[in-house]
RNA sequence: GGUUCCGUAGCUCAGCUGGAUAGAGCAACAGCCUUCUAAGCUGUAGGUCCCGCGUUCGAAUCGCGGCGGAAUCACCA
């Protein structure tokens, strides 16, 4: 079936040259919905058409929805207002489209192995716990994931683990000196999160000891680094390097606890990967490029040894590319680990998700890689997101200012099933169902409240008055899943043939909408924006609520009309699950 | 100081590839359950779209200049 906007193109073209015996320029063209204040369904602006017919908007909008009505079938009727020529659409045409839908399996979705699009998301650090600020990180790292892979693109999720360096020593160091051998087991502490607490407990030890040489009247900068914990810690870090046997023992069975609990809260979460990359097993490359940099000329290799990227000309300052002692920094490793994964997979996008305090990195890194030679560095894309800010500012894992991501989704399960237990229409469910309707709705209200933000932006989290159940949000959209699955439960099995059927108006209103889902799709999808698709969501679901208040489904007039409702009601169904799904949010059948 | 991003109702956010009288939710107030799930629906109230200039038939949207906020500019990652 050809697309509506697709049709109206070609008739304002073809008018051009009947009419004014001009070409029209599609720039000039613009069709958009018509605003609700107004009747019809789509709109011509007309004002970029004046210069073409040389007479008022009035005139030309009037001429050009007479042509249209008589060529086209589709449009049923127009009227102008000043320069907005507004179409009705043919009931026939919704109609049409209506019984097209049940002919295809997976409506929104585009199918088929297209090129590959690389996500690298999550990328956490291995000694703490993941917090709210990953949570953002996950969920638009598989949401975007989602989103790709329904717009036709082969999709390969990859997580980039932070596993070593000076933050893991500390956490190390910690639970040497005040761990009394605790594990998980021995505690019954997640393992994350029990990494998570010794790395606090250095910064608190480390604070005590700086100030405690202050007071014996040492420099601050001097006793930050004389510290005999820093020292220590400095001293697992070379250790480590160079291979030591009780240190690597150590870090494998710390980051193995860590392991678990992430493992856990990913789960939990209902993220995953396709791929998991270690740092420790990457941060050396990249050094090779870099210095074959050097021999061709593009880096540059001061006395002392270390390698520089010069950035001026882009306007830009010159970049540490290798330190003086020959080791990597990251940026070595980043323009390593794209180099390895275009040699490997030649990927046709590599997103990287990462909080928009990078975006000097990212954009270094482009042009660093540009440089070197690397044409493929255009097809790097960083998904850049804002950070979530608490009323108290910002989040400190070291000072434990943060919002814990399992105490979180824990806490949303929980006032979710608070919430449910006092509306009570759960009554026969087993526990198990229960729990799990819960855990549905409590982490459908966290996500949608995430993810309907526009990536970009800066977002504020009080987790005090938590996130709401009503209005704008996950629940409120299963919610209406959930009654629509009760109609059709109720109606039993139908015949999937459209009746022919005068609709009325918000049964229209509601069809264009269900039209418009797949290019919804491919919006979030070129935009990156999951946001596109709540939004949509959350525009269909209010407008289907206000249809089941003003007419009933299963007691319509007539017969067709019910099975209108009822097929229609199906469909917009179908998209919230699979848009939901997009959002990696699970619905209920019933809540 | 340089660079990037943000600034829309009391609060949280849509709208931004220029288009008609700027929209939701929350909070407040007033209604709607004997009828398909009231986690719903309806209504009232709430605006200098940060400010100024410019481009344009037309600017919340584009450009420039301010103001305010965030991030970043390490031989950290």
Redesign the pocket.
Same mark, same amino acid.
């Given at each position: 079936m050809q697309r509506i906007a697709d049709i109206i193109t070609k008739e304002i073209k073809a008018a051009g040259n009947k009419l004014w015996e001009v070409e029209i320029d599609n720039k000039q063209i613009?069709i958009q919905k018509?605003?609700k204040?107004?009747s019809g369904d789509l709109?011509i602006?007309v004002?970029?058409l004046v210069r073409y017919a040389k007479s008022s908007p009035e005139d030309t909008a009037s001429a050009l929805g007479n042509f249209i009505k008589e060529h086209c079938v589709e449009i049923h009727d127009y009227n102008v207002?000043?320069?907005?020529l507004?179409l009705e659409i043919s009931k026939e045409y919704w109609l049409d489209f209506l019984s097209g839908l049940n002919d295809i399996a997976d409506y929104g979705v585009t199918r088929g192995n297209g090129p590959l699009d690389m996500v690298e998301y999550s990328s956490p650090?291995t000694n703490k716990p993941l917090h709210l600020g990953h949570i953002r990180n996950n969920l638009l790292g598989f949401s975007i994931s989602q989103i790709l892979e329904a717009a036709g693109k082969t999709v390969k999720k990859v997580n980039l683990v932070?596993d070593r360096?000076?933050h893991i020593c500390k956490s190390m160091i910690a639970w040497q000196k005040f761990g009394n051998n605790e594990t998980p087991e021995s505690t019954g502490i997640k393992g994350d999160h029990l990494v998570g607490k010794y790395y606090v407990k250095f910064d608190q030890e480390y604070k005590k000891e700086i100030a405690a040489l202050q007071e014996k009247g040492e420099e601050k900068k001097l006793a930050e680094n004389n510290a005999s914990l820093m020292i220590e810690a400095r001293e697992m870090l070379r250790k480590w390097e160079a291979g030591d046997k009780e240190v690597r023992s150590l870090w494998k069975t710390m980051n193995s606890w860590v392991y678990t609990g992430f493992d856990e809260t990913y789960e939990q979460m209902g993220v995953s990967f396709d791929k998991i990359y270690y740092?420790s097993e990457t941060y050396k490359l990249g050094k090779e490029i870099v210095l074959k940099g050097v021999d061709d000329g593009i880096l540059i290799k001061?006395d002392?040894g270390?390698i520089w990227a010069d950035l001026t000309q882009n %306007?830009l &300052?010159k970049k540490?590319l290798l330190?003086?002692?020959g080791t990597s920094?990251?940026m070595t490793q980043d323009v390593g680990t794209a180099h390895q994964r275009f040699a490997e997979s030649g990927f046709d996008k590599l997103i990287y998700v990462v909080g928009?305090?990078?975006?000097?990195?990212f954009q270094v890194l482009k042009i660093v890689l540009k440089n070197l030679g690397f044409n493929w560095s255009d097809k790097l894309h960083h998904l850049s997101y804002?950070?979530v800010e608490l009323p108290e500012g910002?989040m400190k894992s070291r000072e434990g200012t943060v919002v814990d991501a399992d105490d979180l989704m824990d806490e949303m399960i929980e006032t979710?099933k608070s919430?449910?237990d006092e509306?009570g229409?759960l009554g026969n469910y087993s526990e198990e169902e229960k729990n799990n309707?819960y855990r549905q709705?409590g982490l459908g209200a966290l996500k949608y409240f995430i993810l %309907?933000? &526009?990536p970009?932006?800066?977002?504020?989290f009080d987790p005090k008055e938590s996130i709401?159940?009503?209005?704008?949000?996950g629940?409120?959209i299963q919610?209406t899943y959930?009654?629509i699955?009760?109609?059709l439960t109720?109606a039993g099995d139908v015949s999937s043939i459209v009746p022919e059927i005068e609709m009325n108006e918000k049964e229209v209103e509601l069809a264009k909408l269900v039209y418009e889902f797949p290019d919804i799709v491919s919006d979030a999808a070129e935009s990156y924006n999951p946001?596109?698709i709540a939004?949509y969501l959350?525009e269909l679901t209010?407008e289907f609520?206000?249809f089941?208040?003003d007419?009933?489904?299963?007691?319509a007039e007539t017969e067709t009309s019910k099975l209108f409702r009822i097929q229609l009601a199906g469909n917009v169904g179908k998209i919230i699950f699979k848009g939901m799904s997009l959002l990696g949010i699970e619905v209920p059948e019933?809540?």
């Open positions: 613009q018509t605003r204040e107004f709109t602006v004002f970029p207002i000043k320069g907005f507004n650090n932070n360096g000076i740092e001061e002392d270390s %306007k &300052d540490l330190r003086s002692d920094v990251y928009n305090e990078q975006n000097y990195h804002g950070m910002k979710a919430m449910s509306l229409k309707i709705v %309907k933000v &526009d970009k932006k800066n977002m504020m709401d159940f009503n209005g704008n949000t629940p409120f919610y959930a009654r699955q009760s109609v109720k946001a596109i939004n959350y209010k609520n206000q089941y208040h007419f009933s489904i299963l007691n019933r809540m």
